[in-house]
């Protein structure tokens, strides 16, 4: 099946800086998600867009549903040690269709 | 609400053996999915549902299956389990009736099969 190609497919980060992940598709999207997965947990949703062009902000977190509904991009601002984990995008038709395609995942670290 | 919960957290089981993996919401979501998550394989969709009563296949459905007799669970079953089948499972649910694709995913259960 289809999977998302996303990238960096992991990052190592020094607390304090800023982040940015992407993620993009050979197919059109009408949904893209954002998932962050904590070591032993399960994905938990952060941010959801439904428009091409759309930028949501989330506390620090801000994701851009790209124009040609293609690709997507996620930014953390200002990282702190909580932010480690998996962020995995998703895209969706949003037409009925139930079904999501997921993206293989960015694994953040923060170095001390 | 205690949203999506599943059981168990861990299994350990022996090649050949059965067991079933129960995934319960309080969400009144009409859609439930049953994903593997593999490492550097991301999350692959083994059995979905769409109401109760309903099941369908997902990306990687063989020596798995599924029912869902009541709206608020979905069970994920292994009739004879294979190595193959270590794996971390994750259950899911939505209300797409709302137009919105998100997805709301459990804890997962780690399963091992020696």
């Known amino acids: 099946g289809q999977q998302l190609n996303q990238s960096p497919q992991s990052m190592f980060i020094q607390e304090g800086e800023d982040v940015s992940m992407n993620c993009t598709s050979s197919s059109i999207f009408n949904t893209w998600l954002w998932y962050k997965q904590d070591p032993g947990e399960g994905p938990v949703l952060l941010i959801a867009l439904y428009k091409a062009g759309e930028l949501t902000s989330n506390g620090r977190l801000t994701a851009q549903f790209g124009i040609t509904r293609k690709d997507s991009f996620l930014n953390i601002s200002a990282s702190i040690p909580s932010d480690v984990g998996i962020y995995f995008c998703?895209?969706?038709?949003?037409?009925?269709?139930?079904?999501?395609?997921f993206g293989t995942g960015t694994r953040l670290t923060i170095i001390p | 609400n205690a949203g999506v919960t599943q059981t168990p957290k861990f299994r350990v089981l022996k090649t050949g053996q059965s067991m079933t993996l129960l995934c319960a919401q309080d969400m009144n979501h009409e859609y439930m999915y049953w994903y593997r998550q593999d490492p550097g394989m991301g999350l692959r969709l083994i059995h979905y549902s769409v109401g109760e009563g309903t099941t369908a296949k997902g990306e990687v459905p063989d020596g798995y299956n599924v029912s869902r007799l009541k709206k608020q669970n979905f069970l994920l079953g292994l009739e004879s389990a294979a190595p193959s089948q270590t794996s971390v499972y994750f259950c899911a649910s939505s209300y797409p009736l709302t137009g919105r694709d998100e997805q709301f995913f459990g804890p997962g259960t780690r399963l091992t099969v020696l």
């Open positions: 998703a895209g969706g038709s949003n037409f009925g269709n139930e079904k999501l395609t």
